[in-house]
Nanobody
Framework: QVQLVESGGGLVQAGGSLRLSCAVSGNIRSINAMGWFRQAPGKSREWVAYIGNEDGIRYADSVKGRFTIARDNAKNTMYLQMSSLAPEDTAVYYC????????WGQGTQVTVSS
């Protein structure tokens, strides 16, 4: 059973930055890919970014150049550094480890004010 805990969300003004963390129970070294998703009010959950030992890093076009995904295998933690935030980035952000598995965190709210 994988347990995921996100943190780092909050309220920020447009143009600001936040760093999200996803703490994973257990050793993540053997997990190839993991990712971040988000769900805005009234919208479906959408993929944001993923990172894989074998698959590299990919970003959704909407966040490319502004968000950076990273993982620290020693700390069993995945990160999402978000910069140049815009109101349309407002959503609940979730981590999914392993990627496309049934394991999700509880989500962390990110609100960007204009």
């Amino acid at each position: 059973q994988v347990q995921l805990v996100e943190s780092g969300g909050g309220l920020v003004q447009a143009g600001g930055s936040l760093r999200l963390s996803c703490a994973v129970s257990g050793n993540i070294r053997s997990i190839n890919a993991m990712g971040w998703f988000r769900q805005a009010p009234g919208k479906s959950r959408e993929w944001v970014a993923y990172i894989g030992n074998e698959d590299g890093i990919r970003y959704a076009d909407s966040v490319k150049g502004r968000f950076t995904i990273a993982r620290d295998n020693a700390k069993n933690t995945m990160y999402l550094q978000m910069s140049s935030l815009a109101p349309e980035d407002t959503a609940v952000y979730y981590c999914n480890v392993p990627l496309w598995s049934r394991y999700w965190g509880q989500g962390t709210q990110v609100t960007v004010s204009s």
